[in-house]
T-cell receptor, first 112, second 117 residues
Framework: RKEVEQDPGPFNVPEGATVAFNCTYSNSASQSFFWYRQDCRKEPKLLMSVYSSGNEDGRFTAQLNRASQYISLLIRDSKLSDSATYLCVVNRRGGTASKLTFGTGTRLQVTL | EPEVTQTPSHQVTQMGQEVILRCVPISNHLYFYWYRQILGQKVEFLVSFYNNEISEKSEIFDDQFSVERPDGSNFTLKIRSTKLEDSAMYFC???????????????FGSGTRLTVV
């Protein structure tokens, strides 16, 4: 089983749509969770951290279910500029042992 | 905003040649990493470095790879004898100490695209 699993997409949605991405992780000892955004041939950039209580940043809402080892990202009112690959990322542990494990990413294409 | 700087942005090399990828982490960061991404695949951890030594390395990071922080500012990845399958984007990252939920302040460089021919 992959450590971090995502639907690769692509998700093609019209501007203004709401879209949801899901992710599962296999290591129950994982400590912290993130969504990154990656544009074509660019570096990953942190979109938001994911908290157990759920958290929101503008049009973006992230949820974590530790019991199910499941993470989600909801994007409301999609913009053309949201077109990118969204990476589910898990941080296994902290200190010197911190290491990010990436999913393969879900590609989003927002169209007019 | 502070940046992690990587050079060169693109390197083409012949199979069997040695390459050195260079990174300048953010100045107050303590932990340094190399990740790689083969085209169309996921970002993969290669190695972490702290206090002038390797903290952890993945199974990808075999004897052909080495890392160094030669002068207190640069952080380099050397591939001794490149293979075709080493063609990938290599990302350097650095971070401070911090809390897990803050993502420890991880910052990625813009990457070096390595093409082995």
């Amino acid at each position: 089983r992959k450590e971090v699993e995502q639907d690769p997409g692509p998700f093609n949605v019209p501007e203004g749509a709401t879209v949801a991405f899901n992710c599962t992780y296999s290591n129950s000892a994982s400590q912290s969770f993130f969504w990154y955004r990656q544009d074509c041939r660019k570096e990953p950039k942190l979109l938001m951290s994911v908290y157990s209580s759920g958290n929101e940043d503008g049009r973006f809402t992230a949820q974590l279910n530790r019991a199910s080892q499941y993470i989600s990202l909801l994007i409301r009112d999609s913009k053309l500029s949201d077109s990118a690959t969204y990476l589910c990322v898990v941080n296994r542990r902290g200190g010197t042992a911190s290491k990010l494990t990436f999913g393969t990413g879900t590609r989003l294409q927002v169209t007019l | 905003e502070p940046e992690v700087t990587q050079t060169p942005s693109h390197q083409v090399t012949q199979m069997g040649q040695e390459v050195i990828l260079r990174c300048v982490p953010i100045s107050n960061h303590l932990y340094f990493y190399w990740y790689r991404q083969i085209l169309g695949q996921k970002v993969e951890f290669l190695v972490s470095f702290y206090n002038n030594e390797i903290s952890e390395k993945s199974e990808i990071f075999d004897d052909q790879f080495s890392v160094e922080r030669p002068d207190g500012s640069n952080f380099t990845l050397k591939i001794r004898s490149t293979k075709l399958e080493d063609s990938a984007m290599y990302f350097c990252a650095s971070r401070v100490s911090g809390t897990p939920l803050s993502n420890y302040g991880y910052t990625f460089g813009s990457g070096t695209r390595l093409t082995v021919v």
